[in-house]
């Protein structure tokens, strides 16, 4: 019976090494697995604020040429009124000379 028992414990012993073995290997599995979703979660989330910036991007430029516009329109408009009012001016600057030079 010492034999059988021996044997016993010899084969209680091989299964729990087995076991053992076995849950390292399933634990080392799950963690190479949540290593690569998270891997993949990062990448996902990475090219999301990349697109979210792009897009953030484009309508910072596409605002600001709006004001460019706006601000030399604007400018392009008070160049005009200052032509018009030189012009207006030019009559009355002319007949200054003339009569400075004529008194001469």
Request: glycine fraction near 4%; include cysteine.
């Amino acid at each position: 019976m010492a034999f059988e028992a021996i044997q016993k414990v010899t084969q209680t012993e091989e299964e729990q090494r087995r076991q053992k073995a076995d849950a390292a290997a399933e634990a080392k599995k799950i963690v190479a697995q949540a290593q690569r979703a998270g891997k993949e979660l990062v990448a996902k989330a990475r090219a999301e604020a990349e697109e979210k910036v792009k897009a953030m991007m484009a309508q910072a430029e596409e605002l600001a040429a709006q004001q460019s516009r706006q601000v030399l329109e604007g400018n392009a408009a008070a160049c005009e009124a200052l032509k018009q009012e030189a012009r207006g001016r030019l009559d009355q600057a002319a007949d200054l000379i003339v009569g400075r030079v004529g008194k001469n």
